[in-house]
């Protein structure tokens, strides 16, 4: 009989299909091959009916079937991104001026051998050899769909000097030579990939180099006899140098620049009560001017680093090209990052130092259940808690951003050393604009409340008489609590971009369910800085 096979990331999937189709089928169908009847079980009771024979294709594994082609359908779905990043072309030219400083700081580095030999009666020993100038001036550096990112130098040309030591029958001869190879071309072509982890690397490196000539100056006492030598001995550094090019820079790709790309956080704690999950869903997608990458872009409670959110947002789409990057997120990355607050029980909070002419109002509006306290209680002091009864949602409109949340105000007298006495508890409904601000790798937010409503739990007279409260209330929580929260977005949250590379003059726009900043790019730190910054010591 054929197999189906399933991949291991599919099966709990179509298991968990599986279980439902046997809880919740009414029929079960138990045909018998060659028989007029079958068993069928409906509710638990058992009955035989009249059936005809059976056809070839049992009844129960064609709803098995149409129960399990919609699991391996979300199975195989792709995860929508909360968080995008593009790359321009731009973007990418301001990346090539710096490359390209750290690609001479790299061939100034070169390590050649020493070259030693003889022709004839001439015996040679070339040693010392480094590199004295570099001359780039043709580079470039762009997007190719394959291989993601080529750089090409052409018409270089690379300065040396090195020791000679020369034996000619009884002469023996010591002194320096200087040398320049010219014509120099080197073309790199680098595979960007996601690892394991979900982060971006350099994963495969190719590299060619050539070298059109080799041009070497003597001085000294056997100048001539250098001269006569010096095809023999410039044809050799020409093929050593020329083999050493590639190795560097290949090195420079898949073992330093990957030290780079390790900055950019992946999973990190954003504060004490939640992380960011900038984990890539796929590698880059390169067009001839653009890299996009798609990220989870989910928040998470730190206590529950496991949990896992259904992303229905609309996809952010990334569309601009004039700007060297774009950064796009949706209301989902807000949304996790609300629930992940409210499941860490950071927005419940209380208020045990009422201002003294609300704290008034509330005791006149509570009068008729106050009076008829203890005396003791009568005069505590009041207490208010809010706490949330669901994460906040985020709306993202062309017009704006806003923050909707629905919270339960409890008001409370509070005896010393007894328990809490309740007054009332009653429903705020609230909703806050929200400014997005981008702070060279930091994303805030500012909130600001907008709209206020509360009513009452309990009754709809009760309502009515908490009308009065709506303005004191709303100005309580613009002084008391609205800094609090905006003191907790201040900090931001970070952009996956690497060490020493930051936003400037950012441009927001707001879409149906996203938002696009389109900035440019600067370096703080050179690639050389970075790089030494997080070498690990040997």
Same mark, same amino acid.
């Given at each position: 009989?054929?197999?189906?096979? @399933? &991949?291991?990331?599919?099966?709990?999937?179509?298991?968990?299909?599986?279980?439902?189709?046997?809880?919740?089928?009414?029929?079960?169908?138990?045909?018998?091959?060659?028989?007029?009847?079958?068993?069928?079980?409906?509710?638990?009771?058992?009955?035989?009916?009249?059936?005809?024979? &059976?056809?070839?294709?049992?009844?129960?594994?064609?709803?098995?079937?149409?129960?399990?082609?919609?699991?391996?359908?979300?199975?195989?779905?792709?995860?929508? &991104?909360?968080?995008?990043? +593009?790359?321009?072309?731009?973007?990418?030219?301001?990346?090539?001026?710096?490359?390209?400083?750290?690609?001479?700081?790299?061939?100034?580095?070169?390590?050649?051998?020493?070259?030693?030999?003889?022709?004839?009666?001439?015996?040679? *020993?070339?040693?010392?050899?480094?590199?004295?100038?570099?001359?780039?001036?043709?580079?470039?550096?762009?997007?190719?769909?394959?291989?993601?990112?080529?750089?090409?130098?052409?018409?270089?040309?690379?300065?040396?000097?090195?020791?000679?030591?020369?034996?000619?029958?009884?002469?023996?001869?010591?002194?320096?030579?200087?040398?320049?190879? $010219?014509? @120099?071309?080197?073309?790199?072509?680098?595979?960007?990939?996601?690892?394991?982890?979900?982060?971006?690397?350099?994963?495969?490196?190719?590299?060619?180099?050539?070298?059109?000539?080799? *041009?070497?100056?003597?001085?000294?006492?056997?100048?001539?006899?250098?001269?006569?030598?010096?095809?023999?001995?410039?044809?050799?550094?020409?093929?050593?140098?020329?083999?050493?090019?590639?190795?560097?820079?290949?090195?420079?790709?898949?073992?330093?620049?990957?030290?780079?790309?390790?900055?950019?956080?992946?999973?990190? &704690?954003?504060?004490?009560?939640?992380?960011?999950?900038?984990?890539?869903?796929?590698?880059?997608?390169?067009?001839?001017?653009?890299?996009?990458?798609?990220?989870?872009?989910?928040?998470?409670?730190?206590?529950?680093?496991?949990?896992?959110?259904? *992303?229905?947002?609309?996809?952010?789409?990334?569309?601009?090209?004039?700007?060297?990057?774009?950064?796009?997120?949706?209301?989902?990355?807000?949304?996790?990052?609300?629930?992940?607050?409210?499941?860490?029980?950071?927005?419940?909070?209380?208020?045990?130092?009422?201002?003294?002419?609300?704290?008034?109002?509330?005791?006149?509006?509570?009068?008729?259940?106050?009076?008829?306290?203890?005396?003791?209680?009568?005069?505590?002091?009041?207490?208010?808690?809010?706490?949330?009864?669901?994460?906040? +949602?985020?709306?993202?409109?062309?017009?704006?951003?806003?923050?909707?949340?629905?919270?339960?105000?409890?008001?409370?007298?509070?005896? %010393?050393?007894? %328990?809490?006495?309740?007054?009332?508890?009653?429903?705020?409904?609230?909703?806050?604009?929200?400014?997005?601000?981008?702070?060279?790798?930091?994303?805030?937010?500012?909130?600001?409340? +907008?709209?206020?409503?509360?009513?009452?739990?309990?009754?709809?007279? $009760?309502?009515?008489?908490?009308?009065?409260?709506?303005?004191?209330?709303?100005?309580?929580?613009?002084?008391?609590?609205?800094?609090?929260?905006?003191?907790?977005?201040?900090?931001? @949250?970070?952009?996956?971009? %690497?060490?020493?590379?930051?936003?400037?003059?950012?441009?927001?726009?707001?879409?149906?369910?996203?938002?696009?900043?389109?900035?440019?790019?600067?370096?703080?730190?050179?690639?050389?800085?970075?790089?030494?910054?997080?070498?690990?010591?040997?």
């Amino acid at each position: 009989m054929p197999q189906l096979e @399933v &991949p291991g990331k599919d099966f709990e999937c179509i298991l968990g299909c599986v279980a439902m189709f046997q809880k919740y089928s009414l029929l079960t169908f138990r045909p018998h091959l060659g028989q007029a009847t079958s068993e069928v079980v409906r509710h638990g009771e058992t009955r035989s009916i009249s059936t005809m024979p &059976p056809p070839p294709t049992r009844p129960g594994l064609f709803l098995l079937v149409l129960v399990l082609l919609p699991c391996l359908s979300l199975a195989n779905a792709a995860e929508t &991104p909360g968080c995008k990043i +593009r790359i321009t072309a731009k973007g990418l030219e301001l990346v090539k001026q710096e490359g390209l400083r750290f690609v001479e700081q790299e061939l100034e580095n070169i390590t050649i051998p020493d070259l030693h030999g003889k022709e004839g009666q001439f015996h040679y *020993n070339i040693s010392n050899v480094r590199v004295t100038h570099l001359d780039l001036p043709f580079s470039d550096l762009r997007f190719q769909t394959k291989q993601h990112l080529a750089f090409d130098i052409r018409n270089a040309s690379i300065a040396l000097r090195f020791r000679r030591q020369i034996l000619y029958w009884f002469f023996y001869d010591i002194g320096s030579i200087n040398a320049s190879a $010219e014509g @120099v071309h080197i073309h790199t072509a680098l595979e960007l990939s996601k690892d394991s982890s979900g982060r971006l690397k350099i994963s495969n490196s190719s590299c060619s180099a050539s070298i059109a000539r080799m *041009n070497a100056g003597f001085s000294g006492t056997l100048r001539r006899v250098y001269q006569f030598l010096s095809t023999f001995i410039t044809t050799g550094m020409r093929f050593l140098l020329n083999q050493q090019i590639c190795p560097v820079l290949n090195h420079a790709g898949l073992v330093l620049l990957n030290s780079v790309l390790d900055t950019v956080p992946v999973r990190n &704690p954003v504060d004490d009560h939640i992380g960011i999950d900038y984990s890539l869903l796929d590698d880059p997608v390169v067009t001839a001017s653009t890299m996009d990458l798609a990220f989870k872009g989910m928040f998470f409670p730190l206590r529950e680093e496991n949990i896992s959110l259904l *992303n229905a947002a609309p996809e952010p789409l990334l569309k601009e090209t004039e700007r060297m990057v774009y950064l796009a997120v949706s209301e989902f990355f807000f949304d996790s990052a609300l629930f992940a607050y409210f499941q860490a029980g950071v927005l419940n909070m209380e208020i045990s130092e009422v201002p003294k002419d609300l704290e008034v109002l509330l005791r006149a509006s509570f009068f008729g259940s106050i009076v008829m306290m203890n005396p003791e209680v009568m005069d505590a002091p009041l207490l208010l808690r809010l706490q949330a009864t669901s994460a906040p +949602r985020c709306s993202i409109q062309v017009s704006g951003m806003s923050v909707s949340v629905t919270a339960l105000f409890d008001i409370f007298l509070a005896p %010393p050393e007894q %328990p809490l006495v309740q007054l009332s508890s009653m429903t705020m409904e609230a909703r806050m604009s929200a400014r997005v601000a981008l702070r060279q790798k930091a994303l805030q937010v500012q909130l600001d409340l +907008r709209r206020f409503r509360i009513y009452s739990n309990q009754s709809a007279l $009760e309502s009515l008489a908490l009308i009065p409260l709506q303005g004191p209330l709303k100005t309580l929580l613009q002084l008391a609590i609205m800094p609090l929260i905006n003191e907790k977005t201040k900090k931001g @949250v970070q952009i996956p971009l %690497p060490e020493g590379m930051d936003f400037m003059k950012e441009v927001i726009t707001n879409h149906m369910g996203y938002l696009t900043i389109g900035a440019d790019l600067h370096f703080s730190e050179g690639l050389r800085e970075v790089i030494e910054k997080y070498r690990t010591p040997a």
